[in-house]
């Protein structure tokens, strides 16, 4: 069976500190890779998505960015945080063309910028 | 665009009825349909595909209308368990979803 993790589970950072969130999936191959934001009370805001290593789509111009450098591995990052970076971070997988789309997100992280 | 949910928040008794909406201004190729408990991620539920099926899961059903870009999700003889944010999800033929405003709904005992 798949599985998907997230780390760290909970972050607190100071405004102007770099960032890093890392996302794995287990038990599936080239999956598609989605990192979203969900501001606390809102909803869901895609910022990347991949279908492939190295491949990105940015959905928000912002002071993220993602990287994937291998099949079941994304990464967000940031050089300097915002105080609206803060948010829950969601990772989430599908099976791309294989499937019909659905996806399963990870446990997410609880990002506090201060 | 974003797909539009009504109600924005609904309460129930235990047992009760509900329906929830999610219309979009977009053709879609399928509806996809989630669940957020406070504090959790997002759970997939189901997903409707283009041809106006409906599905289940457990007592919880749903249809998709092509024609009127619009699902509907059915709640029935609700339980404590159903109490949450509910999700539509919009897939107009990329590889990616776009998320409705979502609906609370608070089954009480």
């Known amino acids: 069976s798949q599985t998907i993790h997230q780390w760290p589970a909970t972050l607190v950072q100071p405004v102007g500190s770099p960032l890093s969130l890392e996302c794995t999936v287990e038990g599936t191959s080239n999956p598609n890779l989605y990192w979203y934001r969900q501001a606390a009370g809102r909803g869901l805001q895609l910022l990347f998505y991949s279908v492939g290593i190295g491949q990105i789509s940015s959905e928000v111009p912002q002071n993220l960015s993602a990287s994937r450098p291998q099949d079941r591995q994304f990464i967000l990052s940031s050089k300097k945080l915002l105080l609206s970076d803060s948010g829950f971070y969601l990772c989430a997988w599908s099976s791309g063309l294989r499937g019909k789309g659905e996806q399963y997100f990870g446990p997410g992280t609880r990002l506090t910028v201060t | 665009q974003q797909p539009v949910q009504s109600p924005q928040a609904v309460i129930l008794r235990e047992g009760e009825d509900a329906v929830i909406n999610c219309s979009s201004s977009?053709?879609?190729?399928?509806v996809h349909w989630y669940r957020q408990k406070h504090g959790e991620a997002p759970v997939f539920l189901m997903i409707l595909l283009k041809g106006g099926e409906q599905k289940g899961h457990e007592k919880i059903s749903a249809s998709f209308n092509e024609k009127k870009q619009q699902s509907s999700l059915y709640l029935t003889a609700s339980q404590l368990s159903y109490s949450g944010t509910y999700f539509c999800?919009?897939?107009?033929?990329?590889?990616?979803?776009?998320f409705g405003t979502g609906t609370r709904l608070l089954v009480s005992p």
């Open positions: 977009k053709a879609l190729y399928s």
């Open positions: 999800g919009t897939h107009t033929g990329f590889q990616k979803l776009v």
